[in-house]
């Protein structure tokens, strides 16, 4: 019985049949192989040190008056946006300046609005190594594009957007713009 004492006991230590797939316990596979989800990978939304965020791009006559909305996610440049939403344009309205923040100055939308005939009224950004001139008077009028933003963030929806999907935020925008129109008409 002392020798049977003294002998150490060898345990074999196997992998047990579910866990040799690196699964265990039946569950199924981590979420990163999946597809994207069945309401759309882009919903407008993007990180930033703030959190979650969106924008809205608007072309926009007065105050009171958007003419063509997008939304992008909140970390996307604006001048990338300028294509889609000059396009949307109603090409009957004949425009005479184009008045937007530094975040659209580059060559190729000065370009495009010239060759439009269009006079493109955008500042500099300061790391441009020529400064481009443009019109100071017209710029001050930029402020009513400002103040429809201020007029449709009043409304708590777009200030803080409670909608997951990017359509519903979008149809909640243009209601909230079509009731600044008509309030203000």
Known sequence: MA?????????????SPSSVDGLHNGTSPPARGRSTKKNGGDQALGRSRG???TKIHAATIDENCSVALHL?????????QFESLY???DPDNVLESATMDKGYDADRIRERLSYDGVQAVIPPIPTRARKL?????????RNRIERFFNKVKHF???????DKLAK???????????????KNS
Request: glycine letters at 6%.
């Open 87 to 89: 396009e949307s344009l």
């Open 133 to 141: 001139p443009y019109d100071h008077a017209r710029y001050r009028e």
């Open 156 to 162: 708590r929806r777009i200030a803080t957007r409670y």
């Open 168 to 182: 519903t935020f979008f149809a909640a925008l243009c209601l909230v713009s079509a009731f600044i129109l008509i």
């Open 3 to 15: 020798a049977a004492l003294a002998v150490p006991s060898v345990r074999m230590l196997r992998p």
């Open 72 to 80: 992008t996610a909140g970390h996307a440049h604006d001048g990338r």
């Open 51 to 53: 959190g979650l965020s």
